[in-house]
């Protein structure tokens, strides 16, 4: 079945450290995004990528970085974690030709900063 | 800028009928989508409205008035496992197609 998977799934990691999200997809979509989740706040846009060339950044690109290193793989990076980017993180995916915008979700990582 | 605001709350009894609204403000509008997250799953797609008018699947109903900025999602028939967030997320031209999502209404689906 084709299918958003991330790892890892959880993570616990101190301040100062850096870390990488990973996400992998089978769907064959050209698009992927990177959120986050907080209580109360929704899902907030990190980066989003069209397609292995194209990098943008969303709501809340301070602290993070990205790469796409093929059509199936977009990693999400904190070059130096710190204490409010603990949170869950999720990555999707979206087929722009599909015409109604869905966007498929990941598990998500829950992602701690001591 | 963009945003979008929704009741952070809602509770109904089974089996009775919920409307989740949603109003927004976006410069680049192109549609108005519905997720439903489960506790510690992933947003699942419900529905996408880019037309004025009510779009329905099965219990769960979406509609959109571009003209008031303003949107609901209707779920008939609640049951139990309806019990969720429910997140509004228009998709905004602005910059690049990007969709941006509210903070999500709970839905709490009383027996």
């Known amino acids: 079945d084709a299918d958003v998977t991330q790892t890892p799934r959880n993570r616990i990691t101190k301040t100062g450290k850096r870390i990488m999200l990973e996400c992998s997809q089978t769907k064959g979509h050209d698009r992927m995004y990177w959120y986050r989740q907080d209580p109360g706040l929704g899902l907030r846009l990190i980066y989003y990528?069209?397609?292995?060339?194209?990098?943008n950044k969303g709501e809340i690109s301070d602290g993070y970085s990205v790469s796409r290193q093929a059509q199936a793989k977009f990693s999400l990076s904190l070059e130096s974690a710190i204490p409010n980017q603990t949170a869950l993180y999720f990555c999707a995916t979206s087929d722009p030709t599909s015409g109604n915008n869905e966007q498929f979700f990941g598990p998500g990582t829950r992602l701690t900063v001591l | 800028g963009q945003s979008l605001e929704q009741p952070s709350e809602v509770t109904a009894v089974e089996g009775a009928i919920v409307q989740i609204n949603c109003t927004y403000q976006t410069s680049g509008f192109y549609g108005l989508s519905w997720y439903q997250q489960h506790d510690g799953g992933a947003p699942t797609f419900l529905s996408y409205n880019a037309l004025d008018g009510l779009e329905e699947t099965g219990r769960f109903s979406s509609f959109l008035s571009r003209s008031d900025s303003y949107g609901y999602l209707l779920l008939q028939e609640l049951q139990m496992k309806d019990s969720a967030s429910y997140f509004c997320?228009?998709?905004?031209?602005?910059?690049?197609?990007?969709?941006?999502f509210g903070a999500g209404t709970r839905l709490f689906v009383k027996a």
């Open positions: 990528s069209f397609d292995v060339k194209d990098i």
């Open positions: 997320a228009v998709r905004d031209g602005t910059g690049g197609f990007k969709t941006i």
